[in-house]
């Protein structure tokens, strides 16, 4: 990997959505790198879905698109795996699907094939064959990318969500439309994160939708006029209706109804939770979940309960998922967020990311500096200097104002020459703290001269003014 700015591209290839999300490699030091999904027709993921052209060599209609087409116009192909060998048809089709995205990338995000700039990296399951993540990275190779490698999907969800967690075991379920896969992965603070077992035989969003299939089949035919199978479009309805009453049961709703599209025609669907985990429709298929964790979480208990569960796919968003979580971990201890979907690509780049050593910004050179000329340094003032100033000055105001009330025998000028007095003998004091460290040997006389004179003329004053006529003002 270079160590200069790159983009990384992460991508998630689930069986029913494709996401994929990008991030600048190597962000600025200390910043924590931002992910942002890859858009589709304007969502942040690509339905699994390809519809090849009469030749087999491009693609007639991908992903939403697809259900717009006539039954006329081919087969659909769904859930394509990208690790199928593109000589078969479901392999030529996974082609032509990376190729679409590939394009996306190269419109919206500046991708070029071969870039030296751009690293892919691809989430493989935990518990996957061997030779799944060779296979994976072979593919993405063949569309384009020069650096590609496999991550597991667990410990990118760790990425996801372990920010400011403590190192400790985690419980990752990954509730897909496959299946609902668990995975024990171990944060440690010394060492890169690890998987330490995995289980993946619970079931999945495609079951569900089966179940909810089995249970509205009648109510479906019956409204459309016609036998209904469970095929694409009834899948497509089941879908939004499955998601739907999740919000319901999330809200706090007993009871979810709407009314759905199937090809031309309109079908009011209702169900409320009670029904829904009746044994005849997903009963079994909660309790199989609940026990494949229970399963899981008891084989480990020797080692303690796991510090977290973290919650990711979209089958995260059902809420009994969520509450099995927190019987188990505490709500404090269940990690998810609003797009628990797209963990797993965003985390796929912020563990990358940390792998890459940041690029500082560069430093612009500073402005040549102006030459410093030296100043004299000034001259200290001196404290001794600074009383004698002070002394003399108040000496010759006191002994000024002294003479004056003395020649004019102005009565009111004993008590205005006493206050003058005590002003310039607090100044006196201060003067003589400043000057303790200078020239301590004159401040005694000084002192006994500054006190002494004052007290004499304001003395003088009084002899005077008692020895004025008794009918003069005073």
């Not at 009746?278 to 026990?291: E, H, I, N, S």
């Not at 002899?463 to 003002?473: F, I, K, M, N, S």
Request: charge should be negative; glycine fraction near 10%.
């Amino acid at each position: 990997m270079p160590q200069t700015p790159a983009m990384l591209v992460g991508f998630d290839f689930g069986s029913a959505n494709i996401r994929a999300a990008t991030v600048r490699a190597a962000p600025t030091p200390g910043a924590a790198p931002r992910p942002h999904m890859v858009e589709f027709n304007g969502r942040p993921a690509l339905p699994n879905l390809a519809l090849l052209s009469a030749d087999k060599s491009e693609l007639a209609a991908v992903g939403d698109g697809v259900l717009l087409h006539d039954e006329a116009a081919g087969q659909p192909h769904w859930g394509l795996a990208v690790e199928n060998d593109s000589s078969g048809e479901l392999g030529q089709a996974a082609t032509l699907l990376l190729q679409h995205i590939i394009a996306t990338l190269a419109r919206d995000h500046g991708f070029a094939p071969d870039a030296a700039d751009w690293a892919a990296r691809v989430a493989v399951p935990s518990g996957a064959p061997p030779d799944l993540p060779e296979r994976m990275a072979a593919r993405l190779r063949g569309v384009g990318f020069a650096d590609v490698a496999a991550r597991d999907s667990a410990l990118a969800a760790l990425a996801a969500y372990g920010d400011g967690q403590p190192p400790g075991r985690y419980l990752v379920v990954d509730q897909g439309a496959a299946r609902t896969r668990f995975a024990l992965v171990e944060s440690r603070a010394d060492a890169p994160p690890r998987v330490l077992d995995a289980a993946q035989d619970s079931p999945g969003g495609r079951d569900f939708d089966r179940a909810l299939f089995n249970h509205f089949a009648p109510a479906l035919s019956h409204q459309a006029g016609e036998p209904v199978e469970f095929e694409l479009p009834t899948r497509a309805l089941l879908e939004t209706f499955k998601i739907d009453f999740a919000h319901a049961w999330a809200a706090g709703r007993e009871r979810h109804e709407g009314v759905y599209e199937l090809g031309y025609t309109s079908v009011a669907l209702a169900l409320d939770r009670a029904t829904f985990a009746a044994p005849d429709v997903a009963g079994p298929l909660l309790d199989r979940f609940r026990q494949v964790g229970d399963a899981f979480l008891a084989k480990h208990a020797a080692d303690g309960a796991p510090a977290g569960i973290i919650l990711v796919g979209g089958g995260a968003h059902w809420p009994f998922v969520a509450e099995w979580a927190a019987a188990r971990a505490g709500r404090a201890g269940v990690l998810t967020d609003q797009y628990p979907e797209e963990a797993v690509a965003r985390g796929l780049l912020r563990q990358t990311a940390r792998e890459i050593e940041p690029v500082a910004p560069p430093t612009p050179a500073p402005p040549p500096a102006r030459p410093i000329v030296p100043r004299p340094a000034p001259r200290p003032a001196s404290p001794g200097l600074g009383f004698a100033v002070e002394f003399v000055g108040g000496l010759v105001g006191v002994l000024g104002l002294g003479w004056f009330f003395v020649r004019k025998q102005f009565g009111a000028g004993c008590a205005a020459l006493v206050g003058w007095w005590a002003v310039l003998a607090l100044l006196f004091a201060l003067g003589i703290v400043s000057a303790l460290g200078d020239r301590p040997a004159w401040l005694l006389p000084a002192a006994l001269l500054w006190i002494g004179v004052p007290l004499a003329s304001a003395w003088r004053l009084a002899r005077v003014l008692r020895a004025a006529p008794a009918g003069r003002e005073e």
